[in-house]
Nanobody
Framework: VQLQASGGGLVQAGDSLRLSCVVS???????????VGWFRQTPEKEREFVAA????????FYADSVKERFTISRDNAKNTVYLQMNSLKPEDTAVYYC???????????????????WGQGTLVTVSS
């Protein structure tokens, strides 16, 4: 299974970005995670939860710091999870990682230790 994250960049405060995470199964097979999450990390902080979506139920979860500004969604046909980030703030600057919680899955989508597969990260920089 491979995760390919993309969409990061340099933007100004108040702008928007959309991150993408393509979930690819081995040998091109379709892989169905239990959940996909987005986390972010800066040199000063530990990796922190941003948002997650359960694959089958589409149930979503958000960190308080991004609620009302970020939206996580998925495209079934493309096996891709998106993180739409609006009203970006300088404190959103971080490397963003997508991660997969493989089946059967856990009960704490905000817990990074529930995720067993991680993408390479994409850098988001928000200038003031």
């Amino acid at each position: 299974v491979q995760l390919q994250a993309s969409g990061g960049g340099l933007v100004q405060a108040g702008d928007s970005l959309r991150l993408s995470c393509v979930v690819s199964g081995a040998s091109g097979r379709t892989f169905m995670p239990y959940a996909v999450g987005w986390f972010r990390q800066t040199p000063e902080k530990e990796r922190e939860f941003v948002a997650a979506i359960r694959w089958t139920s589409y149930m979503t979860f958000y960190a308080d710091s991004v609620k009302e500004r970020f939206t996580i969604s998925r495209d079934n046909a493309k096996n891709t999870v998106y993180l739409q980030m609006n009203s970006l703030k300088p404190e959103d600057t971080a490397v963003y990682y997508c991660a997969v919680d493989s089946p059967p899955g856990g009960s704490s989508p905000r817990n990074r230790y529930e995720y067993d597969l991680w993408g390479q990260g994409t850098l988001v920089t928000v200038s003031s």
